[in-house]
Nanobody, 118 residues
Framework: QVQLVESGGGLVQPGGSLRLSCVAS????????MSWYRQAPGKERELVVN????????NYADSVKGRFTISKDNGKNTVYLQMNSLKPEDTAVYYC???????????WGQGTQVTVSS
């Protein structure tokens, strides 16, 4: 069964850091375009970072640019989201997403809670 399993969320103080992990199983991340989304209470799900098909570059939301970094370890079939200088407005459930480079398959993780508070 194909799935994404996320971990690394938790409670952190403003200015702190967290590293989220997303482990893929049942498929290989090299065949998928990986991305991260988040959803805060009472708000719509928003894109955090994805890859631009036209350039192959990572595309970060303005709100996280310069603070968040996505990385991928093909050997471990895992993607990461390094989050630094966290702000209270970063509080949300963070979701890993995978879209097949060929075909229409879309896979979502279960989400992991990130809370930034004093």
């Amino acid at each position: 069964q194909v799935q994404l399993v996320e971990s690394g969320g938790g409670l952190v103080q403003p200015g702190g850091s967290l590293r989220l992990s997303c482990v893929a199983s049942g498929f290989t991340v090299v065949s998928y375009a990986m991305s991260w989304y988040r959803q805060a209470p009472g708000k719509e799900r928003e894109l955090v970072v994805n890859i631009l098909k036209s350039t192959g570059n990572w595309n970060y939301a303005d709100s996280v640019k310069g603070r968040f970094t996505i990385s991928k370890d093909n050997g471990k079939n895992t993607v990461y989201l390094q989050m630094n200088s966290l702000k209270p407005e970063d509080t949300a459930v963070y979701y890993c997403n995978a879209r097949a480079l060929l075909g229409r398959t879309v896979i979502w993780g279960q989400g992991t809670q990130v809370t930034v508070s004093s």
